[in-house]
């Protein structure tokens, strides 16, 4: 049942469009009233509190237990290779992603990423590239936005996707379809495929989510002030590195005034939230 249950969910997730998440994030910022002395990122966190709940208890009820279940099964080994299997398929959309951001040595560095772990690693099952010190850079299009000067807006959180901005919900549909999944053919095959990929990430977050659990006073603020300073540092740093002697380009997120350290993006389903 439980796995009936996370497969339906990843049906949901694979079926969104661009229509549906920008009626969803219009509604969103219109129905939405702001609470008194709002953080300015977060004008809508009354509604984002109860979505993030929702997510919390779906992530409770079906991805935990079926990510617990996943990691204490599968060895070791196979749990690797199925982590390195999707984050070679997520280098080519960075590679991509690099491009249109001019960034030329993260744009070189995914693909020959990709190349090699493709053609030697047994379609990605084994991440040769990192044994050679090729270094991973991760963008999507959402950052590819805030490269060239678009604002991330309200802070959102999506149901079952999870913490999010503005820009970075109206990228989604454009990350689906850079995304090899979605062209997978019979819908069978890709159906599996994003269901293990939605484990695969619950289960990377477990350990996670106990210290989150541990140390976070309010989950909520510290899982929302996380991803804001995440997905700055993601599209301001590299080119502070990358462009020396030029001025970085300004992305519109607000410095957070979290005292904690930034943790992961959560995954799927909690989203990417709740653990």
Known sequence: MIVQA?????RILRRLSLPAVAVGALVLLAGCASAPHANPSD?????????????????????????ITYKAVLPAFVQTGVSNFFGNLSDAWSFVNSALQ??????????LRFNINTLFGLGGLIDIASDMNIERHKEDFGQTLGHWGVPPGPYIVLPLLGPSTLRDTLALPVDRKGDF?????????????????VIDV????????????????????????????????????????????????????????????????PAAGQEKASQ
């Open 6 to 10: 996370i497969f339906h969910l990843t």
């Open 43 to 67: 004008p809508f966190e009354p509604f984002n509190r109860h979505v993030a709940t929702f997510n919390e208890g779906v992530d409770s009820l079906v991805l935990k237990p079926v990510a």
């Open 102 to 111: 001019l960034k030329g040595k993260n744009a070189g560095d995914n693909l």
């Open 181 to 197: 999944l979605h062209s997978v053919d019979p819908l069978g095959t890709q159906g599996g495929l994003y269901l293990l990929r």
């Open 202 to 265: 619950r289960s990377n977050l477990l350990r996670t989510g106990t210290v989150l659990d541990e140390v976070a006073l309010d989950k909520y603020s510290f899982i929302r002030d996380a991803y804001l300073q995440r997905r700055r540092a993601s599209i301001l740093g590299d080119e502070r590195s990358d462009n020396e002697g030029r001025e970085p380009p300004v992305d519109g997120d607000q410095p957070s005034d979290s005292s904690q350290p930034p943790v992961e993006k």
